[in-house]
């Protein structure tokens, strides 16, 4: 069973409206957990990282939330844009650096 | 600032032969990290080079190995390979620590027939 979940596997919405993309982890303890975004066929580009003494973080239009009690992750898009769409990916990188990748979620931002 | 390069971008093989993927980090990074990404099975952790030494490695067999050269630039190579190596190779590289930002190649798409 993979250490990190990712829900919904894909989603379409309008631009100009929000979404929000939830990250379930079960490794523990971690250093920190990273949220990437993932244009197709291009490498994927960070978004945030969050340690996990971290509950927030942002970046534009983007902020991403950690609560370390219930190990959940979510990545909200404020105000969505045509470039949006791509594959947001969640990383949890423990200490010892065996990373653990969500399989994403695949965003589809119509006009 | 120049960002990641792979090379080559695109790699046609058959089963059984080997390959070389070449990686070179932004310059002053010296750690790099190699990984595979497949439609089934997502990004995976292949190894992880940091000043010349594989500094962490994922649960991939010995067919893949990896090194780095002294100007920290990194090649990848996977021997016998299988259909099932067919997939994106990235490369990222970052300053060094674990919480530090990695910035990643375009990859290579290798395709095993």
């Known amino acids: 069973k993979n250490q990190v979940e990712q829900s919904p596997q894909s989603l379409i919405i309008l631009e100009g409206k929000n979404c929000t993309l939830q990250c379930n982890y079960t490794v523990s303890p971690f250093s920190n957990l990273r949220w990437y975004k993932q244009d197709t066929g291009r490498g994927p580009v960070s978004l945030t990282i969050m340690t996990f003494s971290e509950n927030t973080k942002s970046n534009g239009r983007y902020t991403a939330t950690l609560d370390a009690d219930t190990k959940q992750s979510s990545l909200h898009i404020t105000a969505s844009q045509l470039s949006d769409s791509a594959s947001y990916i969640c990383v949890v990188i423990p200490r010892d650096y065996k990373l653990s990748f969500g399989a994403g979620t695949t965003v589809t931002v119509r006009a | 600032k120049a960002g990641v390069t792979q090379t080559p971008r695109y790699l046609i093989k058959t089963r059984g032969q080997q390959v070389t993927l070449s990686c070179s980090p932004i310059s002053g990074h010296r750690s790099v990290s190699w990984y595979q990404q497949t439609p089934g099975q997502g990004l995976q952790f292949l190894f992880e080079?940091?000043?010349?030494?594989?500094?962490n490695k994922g649960n991939f067999p010995g067919r893949f190995s990896g090194r780095q050269f002294s100007n920290s630039r990194s090649e990848m190579n996977v021997s016998t390979l299988e259909l099932g190596d067919s997939a994106l190779y990235l490369c990222a590289s970052s300053l060094g620590t674990v919480n530090k930002e990695q910035f990643f190649g375009p990859g290579t798409r290798l395709t095993v027939l």
């Open positions: 080079y940091f000043s010349e030494t594989q500094r």
